[in-house]
Antibody, heavy 125, light 108 residues
């Protein structure tokens, strides 16, 4: 059974970089036609997709975050990571990692079939 | 950008009764629609994908229907563990999925 676990600091100062890691257990991150994703949920708001990364390192970013965002993958550790620079209070959220599974062999239709529990991040001085 | 709208925001239901949750897309998403359950402090759980296909291990009391812009999640005979938040998500537009704002199912 695949499990995902987010880790990282719960408090980040404004203008600094938020770094989170998602550790995947139960299956190699390189198996299957999956993308690995980050999603966040600011307090009182809906879930917001952040980005995808494949095990080969192909990335897709939310345009609203693209200028500040870097996703990376480490297959040797079965982990993928998020770096978000120049954070502000608007980046305060619960951050989830998830596996995106393909719904079609012909088209790019991916839904999130396994999620981590999420980690709360507060941006504050 | 596709906007997903869920209704109602809160649904009060008695245990054993049926709950019907709605999700509307601002434009057609075909059947590329998923439903998730979220219990605070737990990982969100995939319930339905392809608008109507139950995910592995999901009880038969959960069913999804719809296509295009109108979708429904029905939970028949609500159990205590079903009182939670429910989100719909469209994945028709790669790579930009979009989530609804959620429906809270609470005990009446």
């Amino acid at each position: 059974q695949v499990q995902l676990q987010e880790s990282g600091p719960g408090l980040v100062k404004p203008s600094q970089t938020l770094s989170l890691t998602c550790t995947v257990s139960g299956d190699p991150i390189s198996s299957g036609d999956h993308y690995w994703s980050w999603i966040r949920q600011p307090p009182g708001k809906r879930l917001e997709w952040i980005g995808y990364i494949s095990y080969r390192g192909m990335t897709f970013y939310n345009p609203s975050l693209k200028s500040r965002l870097t996703l990376s993958v480490d297959t040797s550790k079965n982990q993928f990571s998020l770096n978000l620079t120049s954070v502000t209070a608007a980046d305060t959220a619960v951050y989830f990692c998830a596996r995106a599974r393909s719904a079609s062999p012909y088209f790019y239709f991916y839904y999130m079939d396994v999620w981590g529990k999420g980690t709360a991040v507060t941006v504050s001085s | 950008e596709i906007v997903m709208t869920q209704s109602p925001a809160t649904l009060s239901v008695s245990p054993g009764e049926r709950a019907t949750l709605s999700c509307r897309a601002s434009q057609s998403v075909s059947n590329n629609l998923a439903w998730y359950q979220q219990i605070p402090g737990q990982a969100p759980r995939l319930l339905i994908y392809g608008a109507s296909t139950r995910a592995t291990g999901i009880p038969a009391r959960f069913s999804g229907s719809g296509s295009g812009t109108e979708f429904t999640l029905t939970i028949t005979s609500l159990q205590s563990e079903d009182f939670a938040l429910y989100y719909c998500q469209q994945y028709n537009t790669w790579p930009l999925p979009a989530f609804g704002q959620g429906t809270k199912v609470e005990i009446k």
